[in-house]
């Protein structure tokens, strides 16, 4: 089917294409309580096709995307791309080429055990220890082989194959005739059965204090204490503003050389772009474009030092040898993760929902488990908000040296945010 699209593209009125060929296959596993209810082989395969249109005698460009099902007729393949091609007549950017550098590094053939990584995970979830006040309610394994090819009109043709895979995880707890339920969503490339454990306890753990919590304690401003997933977003939010995109459209003001956090008195950020990541869901050193991923320093000791992006941002700021990041790696703090939790402050586990955005820097989460210390004391609480702003919390953040991975993220243990707006629901 590819050679047919090919073969059509070659003949269509467009100026450049690319193509990602996806083949997946897999296992499902779907479990109530620690029976198994279902499970399935998946065997899929997809086509996306991008399309690039010349406008006003090449001083614009157009673009759109489609897919094309692999069950597809060639009437039914030219019926997609006429569409896909007049949608991109319709997108009007300034002009930008795609990537024409031939890659340098070899294919990624990984070795993915399907069978075996779907057992580890199974026997991973049967080893949690439960109680009769806390369990496992449910949950569903997804492990994937997947097989990415892509090429473009400029001769980059690059393939690679890696691990997926996703846990999904229901858990309840009870307490004198109250029950609550907790869900959690794990992804990986493979099995890391230690973590799986470790992180499903403190979710039973994290339920049965819930039910213990009292109304968080309107507190005007606090110390706050990030310790789990939740903490990726504040990091994201010094990754998204070193992207080529936010540059260009005005929205991050960050320069090269300069620091990110002017007058910073806490640790300084390291953040590095990584070709590889073991254990990621994304483990690819080519990113969608064609572009070859690169290890390099984004952000050196708290100073900008390498903008990353796709190719139409890139070549808008003149970047060479640029791609989309997939993994990246924030070095540790100073501290250990007992020195970040110090004196008096908020430690949230669980939000109902929460942000750090890359836009405004605005922060904002709803507290549904968090742990005030206080005076040497600890009281488990519940409702509330937390928010901020990330211009001014940067300033004085710290965190542990103990990193921890979460997915396609390397990021300290331990992160503590002074002097956010702690929005609390009882006098204190």
Same mark, same amino acid.
């Given at each position: 089917m590819l050679d047919t699209i090919k073969k059509k593209l070659a003949a269509l009125d467009c100026d450049a294409w690319e193509l990602t060929e996806?083949?997946? *296959?897999?296992?499902?596993?779907?479990? @109530?309580?620690?029976?198994l209810d279902q499970n399935r082989a998946v065997e899929v395969k997809s086509v996306k096709v991008k399309l690039y249109k010349s406008l006003e005698g090449g001083k614009l460009i157009g673009s759109a995307s489609g897919e094309i099902p692999p069950t597809a007729s060639e009437a039914e393949i030219d019926e997609r791309l006429a569409s896909i091609?007049?949608?991109?007549?319709?997108? &009007?950017?300034?002009?930008?080429?795609?990537?024409? &550098?031939?890659?340098?590094?070899?294919?990624?053939?990984?070795?993915?055990?399907?069978e075996k990584t779907a057992e580890d995970f199974i026997r991973a979830m049967r080893s949690v220890e439960e109680t009769a006040g806390e369990d496992i309610n449910s949950y569903e394994i997804f492990v994937s082989e997947l097989t990415r090819h892509t090429l473009n009109s400029k001769g980059v043709e690059y393939t690679c194959t890696y691990?997926?895979?996703? !846990?999904?995880?229901?858990?309840?707890?009870? =307490? $004198?005739?109250?029950? @609550?339920?907790?869900? =959690?969503?794990?992804?990986?490339?493979?099995?890391?059965?230690?973590?799986?454990?470790?992180?499903?306890?403190?979710?039973?753990?994290?339920?049965? $204090?819930?039910?213990? %919590?009292?109304?968080?304690? &309107?507190?005007?401003?606090?110390?706050?204490?990030?310790?789990?997933? #939740?903490?990726? +977003?504040?990091?994201?939010?010094?990754?998204?503003?070193?992207?080529?995109?936010? &540059?260009h459209q005005k929205i991050s003001d960050w320069e090269l050389g300069k620091e990110v956090a002017p007058g910073a008195r806490g640790d300084k950020i390291t953040l590095e772009a990584l070709s590889t990541l073991p254990n990621s869901s994304e483990d690819f050193p080519v990113d969608e474009e064609g572009a070859v991923i690169r290890d390099r320093f984004l952000i *050196?000791?708290?100073?900008?030092?390498?903008?990353?992006?796709? *190719?139409?941002?890139?070549?808008?700021?003149?970047? =060479?040898?640029?791609?989309? !990041?997939?993994?990246?790696?924030?070095?540790?703090?100073?501290?250990?993760?007992?020195?970040?939790?110090?004196?008096?402050?908020?430690?949230?586990?669980?939000?109902s929902s929460f942000e750090a #955005?890359?836009?405004?820097?605005?922060?904002?989460?709803?507290?549904?488990?968090?742990?005030?210390?206080?005076?040497?004391?600890?009281?488990?609480?519940?409702?509330?908000?937390?928010?901020?702003?990330?211009?001014?919390? %940067?300033? #004085?953040?710290?965190? +542990?040296?103990?990193?921890?991975?979460?997915?396609?993220?390397?990021?300290?243990?331990?992160?503590?945010l002074e002097n956010l707006r702690i929005a609390g629901v009882a006098d204190v």
């Open positions: 996806t083949k997946k *296959r897999g296992w499902e596993f779907y479990f @109530i309580r620690h029976k091609l007049y949608q991109a007549t319709l997108v &009007k950017n300034p002009y930008y080429t795609i990537t024409d &550098k031939p890659i340098d590094i070899p294919e990624k053939k990984a070795s993915v055990d399907v691990p997926e895979s996703s !846990v999904e995880v229901v858990v309840n707890a009870r =307490r $004198d005739g109250h029950e @609550i339920e907790m869900y =959690r969503m794990y992804d990986s490339g493979t099995c890391d059965a230690e973590k799986l454990r470790s992180d499903i306890t403190d979710t039973m753990r994290c339920g049965r $204090d819930r039910l213990t %919590a009292v109304p968080t304690p &309107k507190l005007d401003t606090a110390a706050v204490v990030f310790s789990t997933e #939740d903490a990726v +977003s504040i990091y994201d939010y010094f990754l998204d503003r070193m992207s080529a995109s936010m &540059k *050196r000791d708290g100073v900008a030092e390498n903008f990353w992006g796709s *190719r139409q941002f890139s070549e808008y700021l003149g970047l =060479r040898d640029s791609s989309v !990041v997939h993994n990246v790696r924030f070095s540790g703090g100073k501290g250990s993760a007992a020195d970040v939790r110090h004196g008096d402050y908020l430690e949230v586990v669980e939000f #955005d890359a836009m405004s820097g605005d922060i904002a989460g709803e507290i549904r488990v968090g742990y005030w210390h206080h005076d040497g004391k600890t009281t488990v609480v519940t409702g509330g908000s937390v928010s901020g702003n990330m211009l001014e919390a %940067a300033k #004085d953040m710290t965190f +542990s040296r103990e990193t921890r991975q979460y997915d396609t993220h390397i990021i300290p243990a331990v992160t503590r």
